[in-house]
């Protein structure tokens, strides 16, 4: 059964960086499309970033493009998210979440609303302050 650990959250001030990271069991993790989510209080969880099995795709939500970069290493079943130039409006709980049979070209082409994703982590609080 596919487990998805993050970590790496904190409080950090406005213009820092945070990485997150999620480790995954599984022996099929190269497969999976990986991707973060974030849920402000108050308010619906939304995408930000998403990546494919082999990270040669990936997307971003317009409010991240540019700040954030995510990665993964397959060799250590664990995908990553770089944040830079961090806003107090990024703080939330990130999840990270796994898509099991991603159709071909669905990272960077199709949607990410969340009920894609088979497995979602636990989640990782960001806390920025101004």
């Known amino acids: 059964q596919v487990q998805l650990v993050e970590s790496g959250g904190g409080l950090v001030q406005a213009g820092g960086s945070l990485r997150l990271s999620c480790a995954a069991s599984?022996?099929?993790?190269?497969?999976?499309?990986m991707g973060w989510f974030r849920q402000a209080a108050g308010k619906e969880r939304e995408f930000v970033a998403a990546?494919?099995?082999?990270?040669?795709?990936?997307n971003y939500a317009d409010s991240v493009k540019g700040r954030f970069t995510i990665s993964r290493d397959n060799a250590r079943n664990a995908v990553y998210l770089q944040m830079n130039s961090l806003k107090p409006e990024d703080t939330a709980v990130y999840y990270c979440?796994?898509?099991?049979?991603?159709?071909?070209?669905?990272?960077?082409?199709?949607?990410?609303?969340?009920?894609?994703?088979?497995?979602w982590g636990q989640g990782t609080q960001v806390t920025v302050s101004s």
């Open positions: 979440a796994a898509r099991f049979h991603p159709p071909p070209g669905s990272v960077g082409g199709g949607q990410h609303t969340g009920a894609e994703y088979d497995k």
């Open positions: 990546i494919s099995g082999t990270g040669d795709s990936t």
């Open positions: 599984g022996r099929t993790f190269s497969s999976y499309a």
